[in-house]
């Protein structure tokens, strides 16, 4: 499950069920997106015990609201962990990887947009989580503003910037065709397929 599909999903779930729920669908999304990588056998097991455990908090402990707020968060801070440790020295940033699988090559002109393209978004989710975490606490960061009008703000902000970069980078580099939300769909979804060599 992309991290970008398992962030939405724990928002709007948040957004419309109640706090238990939150925690029995969420946590195994987690933990579905924090074991990408491993084989399928281990991710499910992994996702498996992420729902018993929400069960078990669920039953041992029904007031579960602050627990399913923190989730949102969580998932902000490992967005930014996904994204940030592909900054690293040696490492190919992850909008870069993606590029490579959308075009067959990396082209160089490409490069530095994409790897400042990762920090923005590394950047992005570590301002949304302490925002996301005081909202889902209850807290009012901005005076008089209704919590989930905020944060339905801040989760449109994100799809308006996903799909609006696509527009900058068709304007950037017009000599690799226009840039769709589908065709980077295909390249992410490319870049994490298991491959077969």
């Not at 090559?105 to 393209?117: F, K």
């Given at each position: 499950m992309?991290?970008?599909?398992?962030?939405?999903a724990?928002g709007?779930?948040r957004?419309?069920?109640?706090?238990s729920?939150?925690?029995?669908?969420?946590?195994?999304?987690l933990?579905?997106?924090?074991?990408?990588?491993r084989?399928?056998?281990?991710?499910?097991?992994?996702?498996?015990?992420?729902?018993?455990?929400?069960?078990l908090?669920?039953?041992?402990?029904?007031?579960?609201?602050?627990?399913a707020?923190?989730?949102?968060?969580?998932?902000?801070?490992?967005?930014?962990?996904?994204?940030?440790?592909?900054?690293?020295?040696?490492r190919?940033?992850?909008?870069?990887?993606?590029?490579?699988h959308?075009f067959?090559?990396?082209p160089?002109?490409?490069?530095?947009?994409t790897?400042?393209l990762t920090?923005?978004?590394?950047?992005l989710?570590l301002?949304l989580?302490?925002?996301?975490?005081?909202?889902?606490l209850?807290?009012?960061?901005?005076?008089?503003h209704?919590?989930?009008?905020?944060?339905?703000a801040?989760?449109?902000?994100?799809?308006l910037?996903f799909?609006g970069?696509?527009?900058i980078?068709?304007?950037c580099?017009?000599?690799?065709g226009i840039?769709?939300?589908?065709?980077?769909l295909?390249?992410?979804?490319?870049?994490?397929l298991?491959r077969?060599?």
């Amino acid at each position: 499950m992309p991290w970008g599909v398992t962030i939405l999903a724990i928002g709007a779930a948040r957004l419309l069920g109640p706090p238990s729920l939150v925690l029995v669908l969420a946590l195994p999304a987690l933990a579905l997106a924090a074991s990408r990588g491993r084989g399928w056998p281990v991710r499910v097991v992994v996702a498996v015990l992420a729902l018993l455990g929400a069960l078990l908090w669920r039953h041992i402990e029904p007031g579960t609201a602050p627990a399913a707020a923190l989730l949102m968060p969580a998932g902000d801070l490992l967005m930014a962990l996904h994204f940030g440790a592909t900054l690293r020295p040696g490492r190919e940033p992850l909008i870069t990887g993606y590029t490579r699988h959308d075009f067959g090559r990396l082209p160089a002109e490409c490069v530095p947009y994409t790897r400042a393209l990762t920090a923005l978004w590394t950047g992005l989710f570590l301002l949304l989580a302490p925002l996301h975490a005081a909202l889902l606490l209850g807290l009012r960061p901005f005076p008089g503003h209704d919590p989930g009008l905020v944060l339905g703000a801040t989760l449109g902000f994100m799809l308006l910037l996903f799909l609006g970069e696509h527009v900058i980078r068709s304007l950037c580099f017009p000599q690799h065709g226009i840039a769709t939300p589908a065709r980077t769909l295909r390249a992410i979804r490319s870049a994490h397929l298991p491959r077969h060599d």
